[in-house]
């Protein structure tokens, strides 16, 4: 049982926009950065959203980030088929004192 | 750019003690601006967050592997290493090293290709 919760998975075709989302609490989402990862087959995961909305460079601005109170949410514009892959959200826990995962959502392009 | 490098052992017993190393390249490990963390992804699961060293050494561990986890940092080699002990079946994973931004904000901007850790007699 993951401390973020995202749907297991997520779809849509060629062109459409996909929105993934993060759900949390007030000692994580509710206070810190959100980030996101995607994580192509066989390979380590790729920051994709860093600080709830930037992307690092070379990241396209087909991905953004958004966060309102204890929710985080990546937005895929102009799906494109690789952009299958799994995604997960990420952030710091105030309680825990670490870093807690989604549990990650499959997205497929249909 | 700054690379990471795991090495470990592929196949550690029931009962016995992992140990992982991961060698930092293209920069310092005792830069003041970042972390170094270790993550594990069993096959076919979600990625979980094992624990953080600072170059001082100063750690953060998962409070649900904290008896079992040591993380260290060797600043002359550039390197930081994983002890996991009393190993069991469900510690089978794929472990990544990263470098952990903190308070900066980068998030783990940088990780490893991961190395396969299978635990079976």
């Known amino acids: 049982q993951s401390v973020l919760t995202q749907p297991p998975s997520a779809s849509g075709t060629p062109g459409q926009r996909v929105t993934i989302s993060c759900s949390g609490s007030r000692s994580n989402i509710g206070r810190n950065y959100i980030y996101w990862y995607r994580q192509l087959p066989e390979t380590a995961p790729k920051l994709l959203i860093y600080?709830?909305?930037e992307r690092p460079s070379g990241v396209p601005d087909r991905f953004s980030g958004s966060k309102s109170g204890t929710s985080a949410f990546l937005a895929i514009s102009g799906l494109r088929s690789e952009d299958e892959a799994d995604y997960y959200c990420?952030?710091?826990?105030?309680?825990?004192?670490?870093?807690?995962f989604g549990g990650g959502t499959k997205l497929t392009v249909l | 750019q700054v690379q990471l490098q795991e090495s470990g052992p592929g196949l550690v017993k029931p009962s016995q003690t992992l140990s992982l190393t991961c060698t930092v390249s293209g920069g310092s490990i005792s830069s003041v601006n970042y972390y170094w963390s270790w993550i594990r992804q069993p096959a076919g699961k979600g990625l979980e967050w094992i624990g953080r060293?600072?170059?001082?050494?100063?750690?953060n561990y998962n409070p649900s592997l904290k008896s079992r986890v040591t993380i260290s940092v060797d600043t002359s080699k550039n390197q930081f290493s994983l002890r996991l002990t009393s190993v069991t079946a469900a510690d089978t994973a794929v472990y990544y090293c990263?470098?952990?931004?903190?308070?900066?904000?980068?998030?783990?901007?940088?990780w490893g290709q991961g190395t396969s850790i299978t635990v079976s007699s």
């Open positions: 990263a470098r952990d931004g903190g308070w900066s904000g980068h998030g783990f901007d940088v």
């Open positions: 060293v600072f170059t001082s050494a100063s750690t």
């Open positions: 990420a952030t710091w826990d105030d309680s825990l004192t670490g870093w807690v």
């Open positions: 600080r709830d909305n």
